[in-house]
Each structure stands twice: as structure tokens, then as C-alpha cells.
């Protein structure tokens, strides 16, 4: 029996039916819709578990410690700064390079452990915790100028974080067997108390000091009522005129004292000082330069022209050491004297004793003889020089 071309064997088409489904599954599958998972939400948007009364002091407690760390290393920088310290052989001038580094990991600690708003959970319920301040006073050490500045900040911080941790700590000892709704009456009053929230300091310096002043008398005065600095404005008006009465007599008395000093000076120098040795000559405990002036007058009346210019210039530089300008001693010599004048940074005075320095040398040294007029010229630029100083 013949078979015609276009049929298909139904041995071949057996295998094919077989196959089909399977081919056809893949497809189906694909053309069916998944269900896709929800995303769980982002955990900044869910809401964070209270953290407990101790869980909050110790992160008080660590952030107070990382503050405190960062302080020593901007002291220690401070110190570094002076030249005592770092031209010391050893000195590493690159630990400064440190300072970014720790800045970073601190803030990130404290941001961490206390962000700006927090739940603290108490028997009966959690309590709104406001830590902006602390930022704010992180804030202040970023604007800080110097690394004392930057130490100052932190250790302000630093010690408000201290007392909040104690008093915390006060109240987590004392919770037991108390009258639930009392302690968490007394937890928010901690919590949200001006020493640990306020963000500025009130006022300016002054008001600052005078704000100090009123405290320190309401502490140390017995039975008196305690009030709050600032609250009074007459108590602090007659505060800020006591302050101001105070510092003007603080200055009076240091004038006073200084001027006491200036115009006592030559005696009491006189008193403390001994015998003394300028270019060769000896000059006793009491010899002043109008005496010895009064020497070189005598000299040049008897004649003696040269020994009154040798006078006349010890007499100057008698009275530059008096001032302070030089210092005397018996091995230095004319041109030491003028050296340390030009080195004093007065250089009116050192135009005035550089010739007079020179017509000593030449009419002393030089033996070049001295006429009335060298004399006279000689004492009248002396004069002039003594008051310069």
C-alpha cells in the first residue's frame, strides 16, 4: 500500500504532542504576573524603640568621654604652638595633621549616640528628649579661632554633659519603690531643664559676668531665696554698677601703683642696687647721673676739658642703665653700649648717642685735645640725649 507524500506519519507526531506542554510551560510562566515584594521601609522612616533610662545615661556618659578626648588632643596642640615646645628636639610637627581625623570620628560618635530628638523610656510611659544643644554646641567649636578656644568649647560641653549624667544617674538609684507618676514627673524636669537645653548663651560677656556674680552671692548667702539670674532687671542694673565700680577701682589702684613706682624709681633703685664699673670708672650705689654731670661741670671749670666728656658720657650711660635701656657692666665697652641702644628699637635715642658715642672716642682715645666750644657742644647734645630717654 502506498503512502502519499503530504501525510504525516502519526509515529512522528506522537513524539511532538508529547514535547508540546513542556515547550509551552516556560512561555506561560512568563507571560504570568508576579506578585513582587513589599519593600520593607527604610529605617529612617521607622519609628526608633525608646531607649531606656540607662541606655540614655551611658550614651550621656561615652558622648561626655569622646568630647573630653578631643579636648586634651586640641590642648595638647595648643602647647605645641609655643616655641619652648615645638623647637624641643623629638617634636612631631605633623600630630596637627591628626585633628580632622578625630574631629570627624568624635561628632560622628555624639551624633550618633544622642541625635537632636529622642525617646527615653520611664515606668508609665517615654518621655521627649531635646538634644539640640548639643549640636548648637558643636556648632560654636566649628567657629572656634585657636585650639584653646576649640578645648574651651569642648570642655563646656563636656561638663554639661557631666552634671546631666550625674543627676540622671541620682534618679536611676532613687527610682525604686517611688510613686511612678513623681519620678517621671522628675525625669521630664531633668530632661528638659535650661542647663542642658538652653542653645545660646544669654547675653554678652559682661552680662554673662554679672549674671556669675548674682549666683555666686545667692550661694554663698544663707537663707536667701533662690532667684534666677537676669529675672530682676534692677538686681542686675545695681549688679552691672557694682561690677563697673569695681574694675574702675581695680584700674585706679594699678595706676596708682605704678606711678607710685615711676616716681620712687631712682630711690629705690639706688637702695638695691651696688657699686657699679663703667668704661674703667667706679661708680658708688648712690652716684646718679645728675652727679655725675655735676662732676664733668667741675672738671671743665679746672681745665680738664677731656676728663668732663669721659664724665658726661658715663653720666649717659649711667642713666640708660637706670631706664633700662642697656645693661652696665664692667667688661663692655663704648661701642657694646651702642649696640644695645640700636637693638632697643628707639632709634631717636640711638641717632642721639651714635656722634656723642664718637666725639668720646676721639677726644678720649684719640687724644684729641678738647676746646671750650667740643665742651659745650658735647653737654648741650648729652642733655638732649638724657631727654630722649
Known sequence: MSTSPNRVSPRVLAPLAALLPLLLLPSAA??????????????????????????????VRDCAAALEELAAFCEELSKGEKPEVWSKEGFDPDVALQLPK??????????????????????GGAIEVDNSWLRAALEEYRRASSNDKRALS????SARLRALESRLAELEAGG????RDAERGRLNAILRDPQFGRTEQRG???????????????????????????????????AQVGVIALCVAA???????????????????????????????????????ADLLDAAERLARAGDL?????????ALLCELGDRGVVGLAQHKTNRDYLDAVRRSGRPRLYAEVRPLTSD??????????ATETDWGDFRARCRQALKVI
Request: hydrophobic share 40%.
Open 176 to 179: 525604686a519603690g517611688q510613686d
Open 102 to 123: 578625630r574631629e570627624r570620628a568624635a561628632f560622628e560618635r555624639v551624633r550618633a549616640l544622642l541625635p537632636p530628638g529622642q525617646k527615653v523610656g520611664w515606668t
Open 204 to 238: 554678652n560677656a559682661l552680662q554673662r559676668l554679672i549674671n556669675d556674680v548674682i549666683e555666686w552671692f545667692v550661694r554663698h548667702l544663707p537663707g536667701a531665696p533662690a532667684i534666677q539670674p537676669g529675672a530682676s532687671p534692677r538686681a542686675s542694673q545695681l
Open 154 to 157: 569642648l570642655r563646656s560641653a
Open 360 to 369: 668720646f672716642e676721639l677726644h678720649w682715645y684719640g687724644l684729641h685735645d
Open 251 to 289: 584700674l585706679a589702684f594699678v595706676a596708682w601703683r605704678v606711678w607710685s613706682r615711676r616716681a620712687r624709681g631712682p630711690k629705690a633703685l639706688r637702695l638695691k642696687r651696688g657699686p657699679r664699673v663703667v668704661l674703667g670708672e667706679r661708680l658708688e650705689a648712690d652716684q646718679t647721673a
Open 306 to 314: 677731656r676728663g668732663a666728656i669721659r664724665k658726661a658720657y658715663v
Open 30 to 59: 512568563a507571560r504570568t504576573p508576579r506578585s513582587a515584594p513589599r519593600p520593607s521601609p527604610p529605617a529612617s522612616t521607622r519609628a526608633a524603640a525608646p531607649s531606656t533610662l540607662a541606655q540614655y545615661r551611658e550614651h
